[in-house]
Nanobody, 117 residues
Framework: QVKFVESGGGLVQPGGSLRLSCVASGSITRLPTMGWYRQAPGKQRELVASITSGSNINYGDSVKGRFTISRDNAKNTVYLQMNSLKSEDTGVYYC???????????WGQGTQVTVSS
């Protein structure tokens, strides 16, 4: 079974940056298509960005031009570089395998991102 563990969240001021990491462990030979999702308080979970094994990338409209998703297959790790953070970026960020256009598998604990002055 493959497990994904997120890290890198924290408290940051508006306009600041954070880099999230998602490390896969377990029975994995190659990272599949992966996605970063977030859930803000009182809102539904939404896709932030996804990246295929061939590094084709898709971003949610609200983060285009500010966030960058990348992957290091040798390290079984997916990253999310978040720049120009806004208060509305606050939430718990999760990484998960994506099949088709949907998340697949169990959600991990996520990592909390709080953007506040």
């Amino acid at each position: 079974q493959v497990k994904f563990v997120e890290s890198g969240g924290g408290l940051v001021q508006p306009g600041g940056s954070l880099r999230l990491s998602c490390v896969a462990s377990g029975s994995i030979t190659r990272l599949p298509t992966m996605g970063w999702y977030r859930q803000a308080p009182g809102k539904q979970r939404e896709l932030v960005a996804s990246i295929t094994s061939g590094s084709n990338i898709n971003y949610g409209d609200s983060v285009k031009g500010r966030f960058t998703i990348s992957r290091d297959n040798a390290k079984n790790t997916v990253y999310l570089q978040m720049n120009s953070l806004k208060s509305e970026d606050t939430g718990v960020y999760y990484c998960i395998r994506v099949v088709g256009a949907n998340p697949s598998g169990s959600w991990g604990q996520g990592t909390q991102v709080t953007v506040s002055s």
